[in-house]
């Protein structure tokens, strides 16, 4: 009867520890292939214009400015999606700060998008901007649908960022932030610049 209990048991063990190394090896293999995907949507895209819709949808930014992408034709245009709670989007403002004073007002447009969110509010955004220094415009509450129609994707994490070159085209597209996307979109932004 022990015997009997004691195969029990290890068929028991045997098989959770199966059911666990598949469930591990899925999240792993989804975890992949989905950032796979994200990276293949961004780079299908860039190259590209904008869809009409996303070009010409204008948007009040916070200190009542107009912002469209269309009406930054002739501009490099870095757009940033970021919420207010999260603390990648924190950082990343010291780089668009910082992308301010390469290019004159006339060459770069660079613009926060502040996603809707339950932990933001039009006070939650004031508070972001002051306390991060924001000297770029910011347009409050976005909401996903033009968040997914910019992105061109359903995916709605922040911090993610845009940038068009002066003919209207997407250049790159950045999900998160760390100091090698910090880098590259600040070379992205100065190769731009550079062309007359």
């Known amino acids: ?65 107009k912002f469209s992408l269309e009406s930054t034709r002739g501009k490099v245009v870095v757009v940033q999606f970021f919420g207010t709670w999260c603390g990648y989007s924190k950082r990343q403002v010291v780089t668009n700060n910082k992308l301010t004073s390469i290019g004159k007002s006339d060459e770069l447009q660079v613009i926060g ?42 995916d709605v994490s922040v911090p993610q960022t845009l940038i068009y070159g002066r003919d209207g085209r997407l250049l790159a597209h950045y999900l998160g932030y760390n100091q090698k996307v910090a880098t590259e979109i600040e070379q992205r932004v100065e190769t731009e610049l550079s062309k007359k």
Request: proline fraction near 4%.
């Open 1 to 65: 009867m022990k015997r009997q209990a004691r195969t029990i048991s290890f068929y028991h063990s045997t098989q959770a520890r199966l059911f666990w190394f598949v469930i591990f090896t899925s999240l792993v293999l989804l975890t992949f292939l989905s950032f796979r995907v994200m990276q293949g949507r961004a780079e299908v895209k860039t190259g590209q214009l904008p869809k009409p819709g996303v070009a010409r949808q204008t948007f009040s930014t916070m200190d009542g400015q």
């Open 113 to 154: 998008m502040a996603v809707k969110d339950p932990r933001s509010n039009s006070q939650a955004i004031k508070q972001f901007i002051a306390d991060q220094k924001v000297n770029y415009p910011v347009v409050g509450e976005v909401d996903d649908k033009y968040f997914v129609d910019f992105v061109d994707s359903r």
